[in-house]
């Protein structure tokens, strides 16, 4: 097998093992840190600062009973929480953990998939989100299901054009779609947080749509749909949901953070010239930014209330949109006048 | 071992001639509608074989046009079906005869 | 390799196809639908055309393919019943003319120089850049007609799928349009 090859296999392990970890560890910052900003204890049972939590909610997940309402599409049902791990656990394939090092005379970049059409590759995958939503709330045969379903499609269908758009206007004055060439773009000048911060806060917003989550989560509140589109799954199949949700949370981060915080990139040192170490660096680096992303989404999370679904909608529409078209035209513009 | 384009070729006729025979023999109006994606799809696998084979990109951007132009289409379709199920609560092909000798 | 991937995908296309066409339920043709374009993007991308292929993902089964899966959803489109006898005949003769013309187009592909082996993929045919020189060169015009025509068939469907004036629901919607800005003020 060539270096590239084994080098694929090792990265894909990496990133799988990492994304895999960072789940339980989302769960218990979840309850523990909405606890800490609620003024109330928490989870302190289960092991010191009830971190064997996740460990109990596994367990629960797992004894707990397999429902299949009666009249639903079976097919569907089952398919559905596949659906949803599928765009979760494939995007990551196009984020760069370091700086590209070389390995017995063969540049190796440090993505899973070093293609031309990185970015591209990345929306397209998550654009097939839509699907594990539409299709469960459909097949559950539960009217506060397919309502909850068609809120939520639409929802991130809407809003995926904002994301979409402040990503063009990353990658303008950049000239590439693959993320390694963004993140050197960021290393010679400046992240690109401080020419887009428009750019940045629509695409956080939009994140925010995008993974279902607080202040955008109608679709599956609970004083609203019961669950909406999961609310006919149990056990395991609504952890595939959890699990989706939770890994969709962890890449947009990643994505987020590459685009506009500079990657694995630490500001004054040179990673890109130690080899290895520097690869290591890096990924250390990634994470602790992506944790920080990541902090902030539990931080909103149990900090608004929630928006009510037509406000959503025109948010997305007549808020975000706008605003990423002309964060695209300064780009644009800046772009022409030589500033990015 | 290289995949001739000729069997490329074959691929996309086949998917055509399954569109078609799906248009033609379905009652549901959305499945129709379906066929003809189909349709539209195969055509897009033959331009790009056809790019491949000659060496060509005009290929490749024709189908960039074409996918804008399903899009166009299938937009105004739907909608056309959505306001025809308003007056008659019916997609079915058939049944929408008013017209008829 | 390439083989490996070309038979699987083509495999599923075909068979996903014949599911579009031939099942009664229009929810899981339209997900075959889905499964038939996603492996035909695969094939783009075996064919030297990265940025159609991904793009095919993107627009063709990320977004069109929603909007049918929407409009079936919410018309509650059921089964398809039997047909009642009548269009036997038609159905013959159309699954005929399209074996007619598989039969027709598969004898002049053999015939035809297609068979003969390309070369391997030049990295000048795949880049992005090239491709995108030559859509913004020599299509420059067919692509702002491109943009004219969306702009077109958006109104055209907001137009048809209005709802007609003076019904119930159109009231409906006129009530929150007016008053959704100030809702707030009717719980004062």
Known sequence: MSVQTIAMLVKLGAFLIVLLTIIPVMVWVERRGGAMMQDRPGPNRLGPFGLLQPLADAGKFIFKEDITPSESDRLLYLLAPVLALIPAFSTFVVIPLGPTIEIAGVQVPMMVAPAETGVLLFLALASLGVYSLVIAGYASNNKYSLLGSIRASAQMISYELALTLSVVAVLLPVGSFRLDRVVEYQIDGVWNIIPQIIGFVVFLIAAFAETNRLPFDLPEAESELVAGYHTEYSAMRFACFFMAEYAAMTVLSALAVTLYLGGWHLPGVDLASMGILGVVIGAAVLLAKVGAFLFFFVW?????????????????????????????????AASLAGWL | MSVPVSWYLMLAAAMFAIGTAGALTRRNGITIFLSIELMLNSVNLTLISYSRLLDDRTGQVIVLFVLAVAAAEAAVGLALFIALYRHRRTIDVDRVNLMRW | ?????????????????????????????????????????????????????????????????????????????????????????????????????????????????????????????????????????????????????????????????????????????????GSGAGGSEVTR
């Open chain 1, 300 to 332: 909103v999370r149990w900090s608004f209330p929630r928006f009510r679904y037509d406000q959503l909608m025109a948010i997305g529409w007549k808020g975000l949109l706008p605003l990423a078209i002309i964060n695209l035209i300064w780009v644009a």
């Open chain 3, 1 to 177: 390799m390439e083989l490996a991937i070309f038979l699987i995908f083509s495999a599923l296309a075909v068979v996903s196809a014949l599911v579009v066409v031939t099942h009664r339920d229009p929810v899981k043709s339209t997900l075959s639908l889905v499964v038939t374009l996603f492996s035909t993007g695969v094939l783009f991308l075996l064919l030297g055309a990265p940025f159609v292929g991904v793009l095919q993902v993107l627009v063709y089964t990320g977004a069109i393919v929603v909007l049918f899966l929407f409009v079936v959803m919410l018309l509650n489109l059921q089964r398809e019943a039997r047909s009642e006898g009548g269009g036997r005949l038609q159905r013959v003769f159309a699954i005929a003319g399209a074996l007619a013309f598989l039969a027709t187009s598969g004898v002049a592909i053999w015939r035809s120089a297609a068979g003969t082996a390309v070369g391997a993929l030049q990295q000048d045919f795949v880049s992005l850049t090239a491709f995108a020189t030559e859509l913004f060169d020599r299509f420059l015009l067919p692509f702002e007609i491109i943009g004219l025509l969306l702009l077109v068939a958006v109104i055209a469907a907001y137009v048809l799928a209005r709802r007609p004036e003076g019904s119930v629901a159109a009231a409906i919607d006129e009530h929150h349009a």
